[in-house]
């Protein structure tokens, strides 16, 4: 079937067709979150019927996850060989999550469809004040679900840009909670010392977003370190879809980030060669 915006989208609750109207306090009410929380929690956003169409889809392609086990860093733009050891930027947390990619679901299914929402994309553009924004148009990356079985774990980390924008599709059994502390670092003072006790171990404030099946969230991880806390049981598993735009049209991933975020290039991924 053709999916259309309100076979997805809650617009009663969310009227994102309608951002000079009837969605004009929704939008305001979401930069405010963005500005003074770094998130934007939006709960039943994904119509539950939406949802479970979304879920039959993730997961009839778990056989196709590609995993990945490393340490990871906070910075992982930063040379860790620039600072001295035991440096924030040189400290590592566990990694363990897989990605399903976007060619693996079907293209009129509904998880691809709610990601070319033309009304999506700008509602997303205008939260976070931005004069264009493009989905990304990688055939593997652009859309992909983030799945996190027993013992998986999200490491912290900084993000490069300054606007995640995901979709809660399934919940873990146990565990698997978002967590980050709002605005660890600015562009003035990098609080290393602070960073480096959270990567260490150290108890430290810190916020949970209660996310469940249907949650659409945006969060700014630029300057907000986060994390997904580890699933303790899983069956059912967390599953996230990542939507990732740009501000150019038809952007695409170098082969270095694809082999970054996957481990290797995917299957289908053209012979360079």
Known sequence: MAYELKDLVDLDRYPIDDLDGAGAALLQSCQDDLANGAICHLPDFVRP???EVIQSEANARRDQTYWM???RRAYSWRNPDDYPAGHAVTLTTPNLIGTITQDCFPKTGAFVSIFEQQALTDFVRRCLNRDSLFP???PYLAANVKVMSQGCRHAWHFDQNDGAVTLMIQSAAEGGHFEFVPFL???DDENYDEVSRLLSGEEMPMRRAPLAPGSFCLF????SIHRVSEVTQGSPDRLLAVFSYHHVPEHQYRESTIR???GRLPDSYPNPG
């Open 220 to 223: 700014g991880g630029r300057r």
């Open 260 to 262: 970054s975020v996957l």
């Open 69 to 71: 086990d490393v340490e």
């Open 136 to 138: 990304v148009a990688c």
């Open 185 to 187: 670092r600015d562009e």
């Open 49 to 51: 019927e939406a949802i």
